[in-house]
Nanobody, 124 residues
Framework: VQLQAYGGGLVQAGGSLRLSCAAS????????MGWFRQAPGKEREFVAG????????SYADSVKGRFTISRDNAKNTVYLQMSSLKPEDTAVYYC??????????????????WGQGTKVTVSS
């Protein structure tokens, strides 16, 4: 599967932004999808993940209550709705996919497919 993330940009603190990740190929619904981010000088970290059916989600503690992950299997797309953004949310955001699992992975090595990043900058 090939992944294309988009929707990043510059937003003021407290604002909202929605990221999208479009997947190519068939059987999108069998893929667990995840969003990760990497801030300058920091390691890539898990942000949110969603099961193939969309029935199970997982979030990093730092984004719980502010970010929402969702997917539309008919459109082969996963979304990350980000609200109440903070300057510390500034990072390059990556979408990732994996198949053959029923649980939502939170580690980088649990995802085999990665898209290019989309940059999010939150100004104070």
């Amino acid at each position: 599967v090939q992944l294309q993330a988009y929707g990043g940009g510059l937003v003021q603190a407290g604002g909202s932004l929605r990221l999208s990740c479009a997947a190519s190929g068939r059987s999108f619904g069998i893929y667990v999808m995840g969003w990760f981010r990497q801030a300058p000088g920091k390691e890539r970290e898990f942000v949110a993940g969603i099961s193939g059916s969309g029935g199970s989600t997982s979030y990093a503690d730092s984004v719980k209550g502010r970010f929402t992950i969702s997917r539309d299997n008919a459109k082969n797309t996963v979304y990350l709705q980000m609200s109440s953004l903070k300057p510390e949310d500034t990072a390059v955001y990556y979408c990732a996919a994996d198949r053959g699992r029923l649980w939502v992975g939170v580690r980088i090595d649990e995802y085999a497919f990665w898209g290019q990043g989309t940059k999010v900058t939150v100004s104070s």
